[in-house]
Structures are given as C-alpha cells and as structure tokens.
C-alpha cells in the first residue's frame, strides 16, 4: 500500500508538472482559451438559470446572423449562443459537480478547467489501479507483480494522457472526465458481476459513473448505454439463472433498479436541461454552437480509421523529439495512402498521430491470438481462458469500439479524441499482454526452451511498454500548443541545448 501511495503521488506530480507548463504554482496562460468555461456554467447553476454568467457581445446580438463567420470578432468561441444567453454544449456533468463542490466548500473564486483536466485524470489513474489489479487477481497463474505495475504505469503515461495534460481546457476537462467515469465504471460494474454475496452498491456506483461519464462527453451516450445493458445481462445470466430470459425474482429485479434508476435520472436531467435551454430534448447546444460546424458522416470512417491508427509520428532529432505537428504544414495528401483519397468537406487542421504508432504497448491487442497460434501446432489446444477475463474482454472491446465511432464519423481529427476510446483499449492490452506469459510453460519444451520463451515473452511486454511510456511522456512536453515552449523558453531552450541529436555542420 505505501508503495503505491507513493507511486500516485509521483504521477500526481508529474501531472502537475506537465499541467502547469513546469511552473507548478499556477496554472499557464496561453492566451487562446477562455480557462473558465465549467466556472462560468457552475456560476450560472448556483445563479439559479441554465445559462453561463457570461454575457454575449451587444453588437453581435444586434448583428442579423451572429452564427455567420464574418462575425468571429465578436465571438465567445465554442460556446453556444441562443435567445440571447451563452451556453456550454459540452456535457453538463462537470460544471454541476464543480458547482455542487463550490457551493459546499463555499468558494467564490473562479476555478480554472484546468483543475478539472487534473482531477480527472487523477480519478482516472486510481480507478485503473483498481481495475488493473482486479484483472491480476481474476487470472491463473497470476501474471507477474512487475507487469501489473507496468500495465499501471502505461495507462498513467501513455498517449494522449499527457498530450491531454499539457494543453489542459475546457476540451481535455470533458474528455477527461469521460475517461474518468468510464473506468470508474467498468471497476465498480465488474466487482460488483463477481463479487459473491452480491453488493448492490457497487452496480449502483457503476450506474451513475455511466451516466456520469455519458453527461460529461455526449458522443459517449451510446457506450455507456450499451455497458450497463451489457453488466446487467451478464449480472442476470449468474447461477443458478443460466436460461434467457432469466426468472424475475426479488433479486433481479432489485438489480434491474439498481442499474437503471440512477442511470436514467442522471441522463434525463441531462436530457431535460437540453429541452428547457434550446426547446430540443436532444439538442446539446452543438446546432447554436460559436465555432466551426459539426458534421458526421461515414464518409469520413476509412480516412479516420486510417489517421486514428496509423499516422505516422513526427520525429525530430532535437528535443523533445516528437513533434505534435498541426496537419495543414503536412503534404496535401494528408498521409493517407494513394488508395485512400481524402472525402470532401474534411477539415485537417488538427495534430494527429495513430494510436498504434504512438502506443505500440496496444500491439498486445494481437497477443491472445499469437499465442492460440503457437499453442495449436504444440498440441495443447487453445489457451485457458478465465470466464471473468472473458466477460471483462467483451465490456471492454464493446467500451471501445462504441466510444470509437461518434469520432470516426466526424468531419476532422484530433489527438485529444483517442481519450475517448484508448482506456479500455489500454486495459485490453494489459490482458493480452499477460497471456503470452503462458508461452513459457508450454508442454513438450525443454527446460532451457521454456526459459528462453519466457524471457523473450517478459522482454516483448516491457520494451513494448516502455517505448509507449516514453512517447506520451514527450508528447506531454509539446501538447496542443507547445505550452513549455510559450511559457517555459529558457526552460525549454535548455532541454534543446543538452538533447540535441542533430547532425553538426562542418
């Protein structure tokens, strides 16, 4: 326990760091975003409206058509504009927690999103401890203690963490957030499946960081719908009900109401404050938007699986090495493949490098197969697969690829958008990553073999680990806006003088 106390405390430490710009004592300013979008909404909560407590210009409630571009001088970008008052169009779960936490510690200052982009991540680190370790204690043989720190410390360090971390805004607060109560979620949803006798609080918990995490990112509504369908059908099908559909006894539906009551009031406040602010029940404020316009469609889904996956890094022989560069200095074919051509209207501006590029600790993803391959041909049949691993396989894979899909349906891409779906992606490697560990013990091997196997299994998981902690960890030195540049230059400008690789000139 006091190791991993102090292990939280050094992650809670370099979070600050990368978060502040190395400044550690205040937050950066970058001078581009407005750092109070959840104050400015909690504001408005504690005020007794729905609306933020900042005021539209004058002259633009005057101008014919204030959506129109031309009228940007005049905007309060990204949020939305309607009758007359501003408001978020992201989820509003933040800014009622952060208004909810004002009100009872009776603070009156503003509170800069960064501290949410903090304490989320935060949460969410905690939370995949828990879960990490509750996937290591469900398997046999357990995987080694030193894989399942280094399951930890990936999902800690790795990308987008802390490319997330060093540009930390309204955006990355509700990405974050989403994160946070996803894993929380999926910790306390598969505890409470396995947990014998069974404790409805956790199913509960669950429940509402679902909804949570549904409220803080709209687009992952549909996930975790789908998740608590999903736990509580596994829940339902336990001994002794096998059949489908299950008999409905005290029991049952004592958890049917545990898992749908608090999910179903969380979300239909939501729901409820869409109708009662833009007159639309499913209007997040995204049509009254200040900004550029939405649109998906599965036009964009090849050109988005294509960047989300494989685009390719962009090294630097000077620090810090790679570089988050913006996609309009790219080639005009956008480093997609010559079978792949750009579909209209897609907006690539953005930074944007491939999950598998930038994280190949996910290349583990294939690791269960390899090891049914090598398994077969050795006589052993298929590897032996825990049911609990199975189930959290399947929640897992559903997690992420349905948080997945509202961003491959976007008209752009961004880096900060494999938030989204790389937490349960990472929980899913750690997992495969482990079963290669079976490797070693394979029937028919000689002492030596076996060993040699081994190793090779160990040293394939942890260089694989490593080098995705060591890229997230330089993406958190460039972010979005090469924040230790702006603020921190004689910092910056000293790590570029003592890390420089370039060749030297004659």
């Not at 357990?142 to 955006?171: E, I, K, N």
């Not at 699986?305 to 080639?331: D, G, I, K, M, Q």
């Not at 992606?425 to 495969?432: K, M, N, T």
Request: proline fraction near 9%.
């Amino acid at each position: 326990m006091l190791a991993f106390a102090c292990a939280l405390l050094a992650i809670g430490a370099y979070y600050v760091f990368v978060s502040t710009a190395g400044q550690f004592v205040r937050w950066p300013d970058l001078q581009i975003d407005y750092p109070y979008f959840y104050d400015s909404q909690a504001e408005g909560f504690r005020a007794g409206h729905l609306y933020t407590n900042l005021q539209p210009d004058p002259e633009l409630l005057r101008r014919p058509d204030p959506y129109e571009p031309r009228n940007i001088e005049l905007w309060h970008w990204d949020y939305s504009l309607y009758r007359g008052h501003l408001y978020l169009y992201w989820g509003l779960a933040p800014a009622a927690l952060l208004a909810a936490v004002k009100a009872v510690l009776r603070i009156d200052s503003p509170v800069n999103d960064a501290l949410l982009v903090l304490v989320f991540s935060l949460g969410r680190v905690l939370a995949g401890a828990g879960l990490i370790r509750w996937f290591a204690c469900q398997l046999r043989p357990r995987p080694p203690p030193w894989s399942v720190w280094l399951a930890w410390l990936v999902f800690a360090l790795a990308h987008p963490t802390p490319y997330l971390l060093a540009r930390p805004a309204v955006y990355e607060a509700a990405l974050s957030g989403g994160a946070c109560f996803l894993t929380a979620a999926l910790w306390a949803g598969l505890s409470w499946l396995f947990s014998e006798p069974s404790r409805d609080w956790r199913l509960v918990a669950a429940s509402v960081c679902l909804a949570l995490a549904g409220t803080c990112r709209a687009s992952l509504l549909p996930a975790v719908a789908l998740i608590l369908l999903l736990l509580l059908g596994f829940g339902l099908r336990r001994p002794p009900a096998r059949r489908w559909p299950p008999p409905l006894g005290q029991r049952e539906l004592r958890w049917i109401a545990a898992a749908l009551l608090p999910f179903a009031a969380l979300v239909s406040a939501q729901l409820l404050a869409n109708q009662l602010r833009f007159g639309s029940w499913t209007e997040f404020g995204v049509s009254y938007q200040l900004g550029i316009p939405f649109q998906m469609s599965v036009r964009y889904l090849a050109a988005n699986l294509w960047h989300y996956l494989f685009h390719v890094l962009e090294w630097h022989c000077r620090f810090p090495f790679l570089l988050a560069r913006w996609s309009n200095t790219l080639p005009p074919d956008h480093h997609l493949p010559s079978w792949l051509p750009a579909p209209e209207q897609y907006r690539t501006v953005e930074p944007i490098v491939g999950v598998l590029s930038a994280v190949p600790y996910l290349w583990l993803l294939a690791a269960p197969l390899l090891v049914q391959l090598v398994r077969r041909p050795a006589g052993t049949g298929r590897a032996p697969r825990e049911p609990r691993a199975r189930l959290a396989s399947v929640l897992l894979g559903a997690a992420a690829l349905t948080a997945a899909v509202p961003v491959l349906l976007l008209f752009a891409f961004s880096m900060r958008y494999e938030a989204e779906f790389m937490s349960p992606l990472l929980l899913l490697a750690a997992l495969g990553g482990w079963s290669l560990f079976s490797l070693g013990s394979l029937p028919g091997l000689p002492p030596r073999g076996s060993r040699v196997v081994a190793w090779l299994a160990r040293s394939l998981y942890a260089g694989l680990a490593a080098v995705s902690v060591l890229v997230g960890v330089t993406y958190g030195f460039t972010g979005y806006f090469a924040a230790f540049a702006r603020v921190r230059p004689a910092l910056y400008g000293t790590l570029e003088r003592h890390l420089d690789f370039c060749p030297r000139r004659p």
